[in-house]
Nanobody, 124 residues
């Protein structure tokens, strides 16, 4: 099992900044990709950014140039630095981990895990 604990959400004015953190307890799993998703009221959950173990990143077009995802493999923690926040960034932000392990029978097990979510609200 992988457990993810998010922190850093809150209320901020338009143009402000927030930094989200997601700490993983991974047991015998290795975490390959860590990602941030968000879900606004009445909308589907969408990918914000992801980062693999080697540090390669992907961003949604809507956040490019404003958000930066990073990762500390030694701490099993990923961060999302959000600058230039806009009211349309308001959402619940979720951390996701794509992990793998080998079972006692030496079989590859792939699993996805989600955090509980943290609210980000950007006022006008």
């Amino acid at each position: 099992q992988v457990q993810l604990v998010e922190s850093g959400g809150g209320l901020v004015q338009s143009g402000g900044s927030l930094r989200l953190s997601c700490a993983a307890s991974r047991g015998k799993f290795s975490i390959d990709v860590m990602a941030w998703y968000r879900q606004a009221p009445g909308k589907e959950r969408e990918l914000v950014a992801n980062i693999n173990r080697g540090g390669s990143t992907n961003y949604a077009d809507s956040v490019k140039g404003r958000f930066t995802i990073s990762r500390d493999n030694a701490k099993d923690t990923t961060y999302l630095q959000m600058n230039g926040l806009k009211p349309e960034d308001t959402a619940v932000y979720y951390c996701k981990a794509e992990a793998h392990r080998y079972t006692d029978e030496d079989e590859l097990e792939l699993s996805n895990y989600w955090g509980q979510g943290t609210q980000v609200t950007v006022s006008r």
